[in-house]
């Protein structure tokens, strides 16, 4: 599916994470005449470097946490945008395992509301080019095992909380589209690397952890191999 964005407003979710401050830094570079409303509840992930964007006149920031219904609902309305990119999510598999209730929410529940709001919208306004573009990830896939990389038409085989909460997600956008017609777009990239990462992801971690003299965490036996992409290449 393509779908032209010249002169459309677009709502981002998660707009102030890793990969979402990228996506709205460069589009906004890139293309005049675009409405963003950026839609984010800052939570510790978020980060700072949206902030040279508070006079541009294309950009919107509204904090709101996905599983508020009503806010989201409010915000979504009167935007009137012509495309959701979903970049909000609990992302971190470690933080999963130990506490999945909040991936849980923000990753099942909070899809939900968005999905049930661009519904009703399309339903009300009429937008039926309107378009529902979900981030997810590759880790919907399962570990790799006696193969090269996984394809998109692989079976789903979740290995961590993180994970299982993506791959519900797919499901509901999936499910959403064949039940109510909605257009959609996901996205499965592999691990994304560049700046202003958080300094809990692997590659932060490695590089502080021998600027400050401690051991490299090993995961395993340390034989595993990982697909990593530079923000910026995902972005484009």
Not at 116 to 121: A, F, H, Q, V
Not at 162 to 175: H, R
């Amino acid at each position: 599916m393509t779908f032209d964005i010249k002169n459309k407003k677009i709502i981002i979710t998660g707009g102030c994470g890793f990969i979402g401050s990228e996506f709205i830094r460069t589009i906004i570079k890139k293309n005049k005449n675009i409405s963003i409303l950026n839609i984010d509840n800052l939570t510790y992930a978020s980060n700072n470097s949206l902030e040279y964007l508070k006079k541009n006149k294309f950009y919107k920031f509204k904090k709101i946490n996905i599983n508020n219904y009503k806010k989201l609902s409010i915000a979504f309305f009167e935007f009137k945008p012509d495309l959701l990119i979903n970049f909000a999510a609990e992302s971190h598999v470690d933080n999963s395992i130990k506490s999945s209730k909040k991936f849980i929410n923000t990753n099942i529940f909070g899809v939900y509301n968005l999905l049930e709001i661009s519904r009703k919208y399309i339903e009300k306004k009429n937008k039926k080019k309107f378009l529902f573009l979900q981030i997810s990830t590759d880790e919907v896939y399962g570990d790799i095992v006696n193969k090269k990389s996984s394809k998109e038409t692989d079976n789903v085989i979740p290995s961590s909380p993180y994970s299982a909460t993506k791959a519900a997600a797919e499901n509901l956008v999936v499910a959403w589209s064949r039940t109510y017609k909605m257009p959609y777009i996901i996205t499965n990239s592999s691990n994304n690397y560049g700046p202003f990462q958080n300094k809990e992801k692997l590659i932060p971690t490695v590089i502080n952890n021998i600027l400050n003299n401690k051991k490299i965490p090993i995961y395993g036996n340390g034989k595993q191999q990982r697909n990593w992409i530079h923000v910026s290449d995902n972005i484009n």
